[in-house]
């Protein structure tokens, strides 16, 4: 089993609709990374998060320590989000530290 | 300031051949990684380097794979012989001291045939 689980693994939308992106870890963590990767692009850092609630324009996350639960909500979702949304977390302590992957959630919005 | 790069952007080469791939971090980010997805599965650690030291190469699969950063700079992972279960995308990431923040590069996509 993965230290860290993503849910759904792939997802399709409407243009629109309010999407929801979840992630779940078993470790304890110090940092929690949203990334995003479109088709044959590179990885953009999206957030990182270590309590709370971050927003961005359409994208939001949350983060629950205390349930070891984050998500990744895009509101009105439009068809450029289309993309490869990968959860990350930091383990260990201290900021130079790796990172472990989540599977990623494949985001599918069509019009 | 410039992002990081990687190449070459692809490379398909025969099983047991060598391959070199190169990582230009941003200028002044002390700390670079190492990462691999292999198809299907989840983008994995192989290695970290603040400035030319190994901090962490717990992720490196077995000793074909041989990492250095010449003078804290530029990066290169060498796969020396290449086999089939090497394929897969190698992505190198850059983070500055005291900051949790990564910069990604593209990625190399290797496919050993």
């Known amino acids: 089993k993965n230290e860290v689980e993503q849910s759904p693994q792939n997802l399709t939308a409407q243009e629109g609709e309010f999407i929801t992106i979840n992630c779940s870890y078993s470790v304890g963590i110090s940092a929690l990374h949203w990334l995003q990767q479109h088709p044959g692009g590179g990885i953009v850092s999206l957030f990182m998060l270590s309590s709370g609630k971050k927003k961005h324009g359409r994208l939001i996350a949350t983060i629950n320590i205390q349930e070891k639960h984050s998500s990744l909500h895009i509101t009105a979702s439009h068809p450029r989000d289309s993309a490869v949304y990968i959860c990350a977390v930091n383990t260990d302590t201290g900021t130079a530290s790796k990172l472990t992957f989540g599977t990623g959630t494949r985001l599918q919005v069509t019009l | 300031e410039a992002g990081v790069t990687q190449f070459p952007s692809h490379s398909v080469i025969e099983k047991g051949q060598t391959v070199t791939l190169r990582c230009d971090p941003i200028s002044g980010h002390d700390n670079l990684y190492w990462y691999r997805r292999v198809m299907g599965k989840e983008i994995k650690f192989l290695l970290h380097?603040?400035?030319?030291?190994?901090?962490?190469e717990s992720g490196m699969p077995n000793n074909r794979f041989l990492a250095e950063r010449t003078g804290g700079t530029y990066s290169t992972l060498k796969v020396q012989p290449a086999e089939l279960e090497d394929s897969g995308v190698y992505f190198c990431?850059?983070?500055?001291?005291?900051?949790?923040?990564?910069?990604f590069g593209s990625g190399t996509r290797l496919t050993v045939v």
């Open positions: 380097f603040v400035k030319e030291s190994k901090q962490d």
């Open positions: 990431a850059s983070s500055k001291e005291g900051f949790y923040g990564y910069t």
